[in-house]
């Protein structure tokens, strides 16, 4: 292309692409092409081979050339199995929970509604109110990362947001913020309440209950952190009129014929990733301990498959960058939000790639 034409695309960008979207970054995703990856919060442990050759094999039945069952309610059916997700709770299916946050964005959005939620948190909320034109608003969480709850109350009267995400645990602190408060924002929203209960696997904390008593709370829940991240499989729950609402904006095929059958597969084989999960969950406790034994970091308590910790003052990117260098990716949330000041997550992986993530930070700080 020549600099001229190059130029007139610059201008054509300019002139259709909305500034919102122009003035964004896209998502980064770190390259960790041989690495021991843990910064995505990934189950780190494959299927036997056994299983694999059962799972490919039900493939063979899989017709490519016709469009999906558009309800998928096979799969519907095993996650209430698997999930005990009452008949009187209704399910929409996303491709990951990412897309069912944007539908949630997408079907309240107009000018000046507000999606509001606490932060450090989950960076797909900020990102789709940005594309959906819903107004973004945040409290931060407290020090210690709990809800600042006279604050959060009164942002919520200020505010009027036609939607609350609160993530249970929180990401990237790892915490529960409390059935109590969470009563108390969810009677205070005069929107919807979504608790997004991304990591359910390894938490007993379930406010699936609360569907049955309130009319304006949600909850979601993904299989990307039980083992199932390549799948791409979100649900939503709650009551049959609110999904009736988004399944109208839903694309009628958002669920592919491969994700169908290997979630069907997958959910009838739900007992191996459970023992994976509860895997994760013991090794966790052993990170957790193990970490808290360094002097010199700070590290919380954790109620999903990642860790939070703080290093000594400016001293969280060389970290960073040392275990890169051995192999080794985490993530860097230190300039992320003032409150992650000097902080790093670490996934809960295997007891090799944590055993080997422990000797290599040892040697770096
Ligand atoms: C990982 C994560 C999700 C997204 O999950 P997908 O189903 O993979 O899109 C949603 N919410 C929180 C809090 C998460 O950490």
New binding site residues.
Partial sequence: MTANANDSLGQLIEQWIKPEIRNMTAYHVADAEGMIKLDA?ENPYDWDEAIVESWIETLRSVHLNRYPDPGADQVKQQLRDVMRIPESQAIVLGN???ELIQLLALAVSAPGKTLLTVEPG?A?YRQIAQVTELSFQSVALTADFELDMPELLAQIEQQQPALVFL?QPN?PTGNLFGEENLRQVIEAAPGLVVI?E?YTPFTDADYLPLLEEYNNVLVMR?L??AGL?GL?L?LLVGNPRWIAELEKIRLPYNIGVLTQASAEFALKHYEVLRQQTALIRDERANLYKDLSAIAELKVWQSEANFILFRTQPGQARAVFDGLREKHILIRCLDGAHPLLKDCLRVTVGSAAENEAFLKELKAVL
């Fill in positions: 919060m990951g929970s990412d989950f797909m993530a990401n997004d991304a993904t990307s952190k991240a791409r979100g």
